[in-house]
């Protein structure tokens, strides 16, 4: 949630305290030695996925000794739902905070705005940044400076079981009307469920707000959209999903019960992304990797729609090691690494060339998802925007679960954006 103005203003006093003085992030002094060589620690902050992208990771982020022998690289995996907090509540205090933070792209005004992040302008961190993909950038930027570099891209998509669909006799639905008839003949045929749909992440909810042809705000025009009718629409689809039966929900543990259901063919369908291919893979119903299929989110009344995602790399102000986490970051995000980890996890590069390369080419995975991510719909660039999934989870999930209707829900979560956007309409 938004601090209140003051305490706002605190924070980003300590933030530039922090980015002058330096804090106390754990990790060994160091930097560049008269010879220009690097040495000292790097603390790295991983959100990946456990289990399958954290080992490509931790591997490739140790490589980096051997391009630089006097430099260690302490990885650490840091749950995604912990992170922002995590990261904030560590750069507020000057202790504990990395040097690098594998940072959701919607982190990054907000990190950028309290002063926690290094501008990475003029340093190796950038190296050839024209080749890095525009929509991919965008979210690097605050204030007409840049405080990260894109890691990875990503949208998403419908995931569905080959064998399942073969057996049910039916085609991959294109809309969300067909998603309901196709999830009823799964039903009939198999007695498997047709959809998975996520419950404890509003993620999860915007291809169906963007289907609709709605969004959570209007930065241009400071106006709060989460509860326009396009908003409340949205929320009566994915109600009625879950009210035919054409969806089961969970609104606890809703990322391992959805894996855990779709790799063990209890579900035929779920909306997820680049992300969770490796994950996805290590199902038995996938064993054979050919029984994965993808294809786009249905589209609603106004069209298809998926939010564009992805994570950036961002270097910690009050970093002791700036010149080797600039480095490590030029590293982490060069063509060489993105080649390897979009061979090994199937993730979509951020730079234009490594598409050009033949092992990403012809990855079936990112030949999909490419195209789709061109067409996603970004989420605005605002310090607040990642604060915003807070007050609309708790809604979707109560619309999901029968504790309130998609006229409330959206209603209370577009008063709760007006609370936390000042003097926003």
Same mark, same amino acid.
């Given at each position: 949630?938004?601090? #209140?103005?003051?305490?706002? =203003?605190?924070? %980003?006093?300590?933030?530039?305290?922090?980015?002058?003085?330096?804090?106390?992030?754990?990790?060994? /002094?160091?930097?560049?030695?008269?010879?220009?060589?690097?040495?000292?620690?790097?603390?790295? +902050?991983?959100?990946?996925?456990?289990?399958?992208? $954290?080992?490509?990771?931790?591997?490739?982020?140790?490589?980096?000794?051997?391009?630089?022998?006097?430099?260690?690289?302490?990885?650490?995996?840091?749950?995604?739902?912990?992170?922002?907090?995590?990261?904030?509540?560590?750069?507020?205090?000057?202790?504990?905070?990395? $040097?690098?933070?594998? =940072?959701?792209?919607? +982190?990054?005004?907000?990190?950028?705005?309290? #002063?926690?992040?290094?501008?990475?302008? /003029?340093?190796?961190?950038?190296?050839?940044?024209?080749?890095?993909?525009?929509?991919?950038?965008?979210?690097?930027?605050?204030?007409?400076?840049?405080?990260?570099?894109?890691?990875?891209?990503?949208?998403?998509?419908?995931?569905?079981?080959?064998? !399942?669909?073969?057996?049910?006799?039916?085609?991959?639905?294109?809309?969300?009307?067909?998603?309901?008839?196709?999830?009823?003949? !799964?039903?009939?045929?198999?007695?498997?469920?047709?959809?998975?749909?996520?419950?404890?992440?509003?993620?999860?909810?915007?291809?169906?707000?963007?289907?609709?042809?709605? $969004?959570?705000?209007?930065?241009?025009?400071?106006?709060?959209?989460?509860?326009?009718?396009?908003?409340?629409?949205?929320?009566?689809?994915?109600?009625?999903?879950?009210?035919?039966? =054409?969806?089961?929900?969970?609104?606890?543990?809703?990322? $391992?019960?959805?894996?855990?259901?779709?790799?063990? #063919?209890?579900?035929?369908? *779920?909306?997820?992304?680049?992300?969770?291919?490796?994950?996805?893979?290590?199902?038995?119903?996938? %064993?054979?990797?050919?029984?994965?299929? !993808?294809?786009?989110?249905?589209?609603?009344?106004?069209?298809? /729609?998926?939010?564009?995602?992805?994570?950036?790399?961002?270097?910690?102000?009050?970093?002791?090691?700036?010149?080797?986490?600039?480095?490590?970051?030029?590293?982490?995000?060069?063509?060489?690494?993105?080649?390897?980890? =979009?061979?090994?996890?199937?993730?979509?590069?951020?730079?234009?060339?490594?598409?050009?390369?033949?092992?990403?080419?012809?990855?079936? *995975?990112?030949?999909?998802?490419?195209?789709?991510?061109?067409?996603?719909?970004?989420?605005? +660039?605002?310090?607040?925007?990642?604060?915003?999934?807070?007050?609309?989870?708790?809604?979707?999930?109560?619309?999901?679960?029968?504790?309130?209707?998609?006229?409330?829900?959206?209603?209370?979560?577009?008063?709760?954006?007006?609370?936390?956007?000042?003097? +926003?309409?």
């Amino acid at each position: 949630m938004r601090r #209140g103005i003051a305490a706002t =203003a605190l924070v %980003a006093a300590l933030g530039v305290t922090l980015a002058a003085c330096g804090g106390d992030n754990g990790s060994t /002094g160091g930097g560049t030695k008269g010879s220009g060589e690097l040495s000292g620690t790097v603390t790295w +902050w991983d959100t990946s996925t456990v289990g399958s992208e $954290d080992k490509v990771f931790k591997k490739i982020a140790e490589d980096f000794t051997k391009k630089h022998p006097k430099v260690k690289v302490k990885y650490v995996n840091v749950p995604f739902g912990d992170a922002q907090n995590k990261f904030k509540n560590a750069a507020q205090s000057g202790s504990g905070a990395p $040097d690098v933070i594998r =940072a959701e792209v919607a +982190w990054t005004p907000d990190f950028a705005n309290l #002063g926690y992040l290094a501008p990475l302008d /003029g340093t190796p961190a950038l190296k050839d940044q024209d080749d890095f993909l525009k929509q991919a950038a965008a979210s690097t930027k605050y204030n007409g400076k840049t405080y990260a570099v894109p890691q990875v891209i990503d949208s998403m998509g419908i995931f569905y079981n080959k064998k !399942i669909f073969k057996e049910a006799g039916v085609e991959v639905p294109k809309t969300v009307d067909e998603l309901k008839s196709v999830s009823a003949k !799964i039903k009939q045929k198999t007695g498997k469920t047709g959809l998975y749909l996520r419950g404890d992440d509003a993620y999860w909810f915007l291809s169906f707000l963007y289907g609709e042809g709605g $969004d959570l705000v209007n930065a241009d025009t400071k106006t709060v959209t989460i509860d326009n009718a396009a908003g409340v629409k949205a929320m009566k689809t994915v109600k009625e999903l879950v009210d035919s039966k =054409a969806a089961i929900t969970d609104a606890t543990n809703g990322w $391992d019960n959805m894996q855990a259901a779709f790799k063990d #063919g209890k579900v035929a369908m *779920m909306i997820n992304g680049p992300w969770a291919v490796a994950d996805t893979y290590t199902g038995k119903e996938f %064993a054979d990797k050919a029984n994965l299929g !993808i294809a786009p989110v249905p589209a609603g009344s106004a069209g298809q /729609g998926a939010p564009q995602g992805g994570h950036n790399l961002a270097v910690y102000a009050g970093s002791k090691n700036l010149d080797a986490s600039y480095a490590f970051v030029e590293y982490m995000s060069s063509p060489e690494v993105q080649a390897q980890f =979009a061979k090994e996890l199937s993730l979509l590069p951020t730079r234009t060339s490594v598409y050009g390369k033949s092992d990403v080419a012809l990855n079936p *995975m990112i030949s999909f998802f490419k195209p789709v991510v061109e067409k996603a719909v970004e989420r605005p +660039w605002i310090p607040e925007t990642g604060s915003l999934f807070a007050p609309l989870v708790t809604e979707y999930t109560k619309v999901l679960t029968n504790q309130t209707t998609p006229e409330q829900g959206a209603k209370t979560a577009g008063d709760s954006y007006r609370k936390l956007l000042k003097d +926003w309409k």
